[in-house]
């Protein structure tokens, strides 16, 4: 199957500090990508979609200036988290649709942590 | 605003046994419904999908059915093996999706 990819798949920052998160898909093209976020024993929650060549959609809640959604091209997305905070600390896991029918490929996330 | 809730959110079986995960929803206009299985600390493997149109799919020792009406679905995971414990999630959407918490499950050799 196809295959998204994570960079990096962990990092600690400093509170006050931005970070940049990469989703690529590998080796098929996506116009949309999908932004998750999980915290310890809770669900994965929808953050954004993130869209090729127009403004990414945030869901009700998530703070699109804080959140910052780049779809650079039909490979990549990034999530920037700027001046990020500990309650900012979570899993944060992208997916892109395939060619089939409400087909989804996960990537392995990416763990945060700020101190 | 659909929310969708898995029961039991954890379970310890021996190994062997056969055991139902249960997910349920409250919008039952639904697309699709998909479980996924989630190892700690990593992403998410797609195990099965059904279609709205579908009652049931089935892959291996898995089977999952789909009964939007009654907004349920379960996985039935027969003849359990340790390899199998895990987070198995239940996610109801198009595209984007919403998700349950989990089911945690482990299961002892």
């Known amino acids: 199957g196809a295959v998204v990819s994570q960079h990096p798949s962990w990092v600690i920052c400093k509170s006050g500090t931005s970070v940049k998160i990469e989703c690529r898909s590998l080796?098929?093209?996506?116009?949309?990508m999908f932004w998750y976020r999980q915290f310890p024993k809770q669900s994965l929650m929808l953050m954004a979609t993130s869209n090729e060549g127009s403004k990414a959609t945030y869901e009700q809640g998530v703070e699109k200036d804080k959140f910052l959604i780049n779809h650079a091209s039909l490979t990549l997305s990034t999530l920037t988290v700027t001046s990020a905070h500990p309650e900012d600390s979570s899993f944060y896991i992208c997916s892109a649709p395939g060619q089939a029918y409400n087909e989804q490929f996960f990537g392995p996330g990416t763990r945060l942590t700020v101190l | 605003k659909q929310e969708v809730t898995q029961i039991p959110a954890a379970l310890s079986v021996p190994e062997g046994e056969n055991l139902v995960l249960n997910c349920s929803f409250t919008?039952?206009?639904?697309?699709?419904l998909q479980w996924f299985r989630q190892d700690p600390g990593k992403g998410l493997t797609s195990l099965l999908l059904?279609?709205?149109?579908?009652r049931e799919q089935t892959s291996g020792r898995l089977n999952a059915s789909l009964d939007k009406s009654s907004g349920r679905s379960t996985l039935y995971i027969a003849a359990s093996q340790p390899g199998d414990s895990a987070t198995y999630l239940c996610a109801v959407g198009g595209t984007a999706l919403i998700f349950g918490k989990g089911t945690t499950l482990s299961v002892s050799s």
């Open positions: 059904i279609q709205s149109s579908q």
């Open positions: 080796d098929f093209q996506a116009t949309t």
């Open positions: 919008d039952s206009a639904i697309y699709n």
